[in-house]
T-cell receptor, first 112, second 112 residues
Framework: GAGVSQSPSNKVTEKGKDVELRCDPI?????LYWYRQSLGQGLEFLIY????????KSGLPSDRFSAERTGGSVSTLTIQRTQQEDSAVYLC??????????FGPGTRLTVT | SQQGEEDPQALSIQEGENATMNCSYK?????LQWYRQNSGRGLVHLIL?????REKHSGRLRVTLDTSKKSSSLLITASRAADTASYFC????????????FGGGTRLMVKP
């Protein structure tokens, strides 16, 4: 079956512009996660959606970051007024009940 | 913040040799997972070991978990050039809602 998909795969934007990153989880998965990986670093948790519960936003680095999950499926991560330090690969993952998270290919964001 | 610390940060071996990577963590966990990442793209789940398990095998992979020392190791036997990648451990902490906390990763290079 189809895995987790993300779009775009690459995004170059100018400092100060807003960007939206999209994640399509595996159908039926109730949990969706966003992570960020800066160059040469490990993964950093950003936000977690589980079913209809309020999302866990504890990993969002600033109020310029927000995320939505519509209809319990597709999610959009929005970064407003992008800064150069926002440049990273943004990874989305989804899971059901097995604790195993399935990751998408990521979106490489470059802020110039 | 990242809980896990991986050791070594980089490892270079010859094809056919075994590769051992270690991971340490700080809090109590439900399970620990190992992921592989090629070329800074999406993560691939390798193996999950639960907190009540001590050792698990999957093909050429062997994972151990010592909860008393809060550490895990990943052994890849008879390595191949295709095993060249970054390997991350990730912990599913108690009461963290399946959110994974990742280590910084080990960059493995297998020379043909």
């Amino acid at each position: 079956g189809a895995g987790v998909s993300q779009s775009p795969s690459n995004k170059v934007t100018e400092k100060g512009k807003d960007v939206e990153l999209r994640c399509d989880p595996i159908s039926g998965h109730t949990a969706l996660y966003w992570y960020r990986q800066s160059l040469g670093q490990g993964l950093e948790f950003l936000i977690y959606f589980q079913g209809n519960s309020a999302p866990d936003k504890s990993g969002l680095p600033s109020d310029r970051f927000s995320a939505e999950r519509t209809g319990g499926s597709v999610s959009t991560l929005t970064i407003q007024r992008t800064q150069q330090e926002d440049s990273a690969v943004y990874l989305c993952a989804s899971s059901f009940i097995s604790y195993e998270q399935y990751f998408g290919p990521g979106t490489r964001l470059t802020v110039t | 913040s990242q809980q896990g610390e991986e050791d070594p940060q980089a490892l270079s071996i010859q094809e056919g040799e075994n590769a051992t990577m270690n991971c340490s963590y700080k809090t109590s966990i439900n399970n620990l997972q190992w992921y592989r990442q090629n070329s800074g793209r999406g993560l691939v789940h390798l193996i999950l070991i639960r907190s009540n398990e001590r050792e698990k095998h999957s093909g050429r992979l062997r994972v151990t978990l010592d909860t008393s020392k809060k550490s895990s190791s990943l052994l890849i036997t008879a390595s191949r050039a295709a095993d060249t990648a970054s390997y991350f451990c990730a912990t599913d902490e108690d009461n963290a809602g399946n959110m994974l906390t990742f280590g910084g990763g080990t960059r493995l290079m297998v020379k043909p």
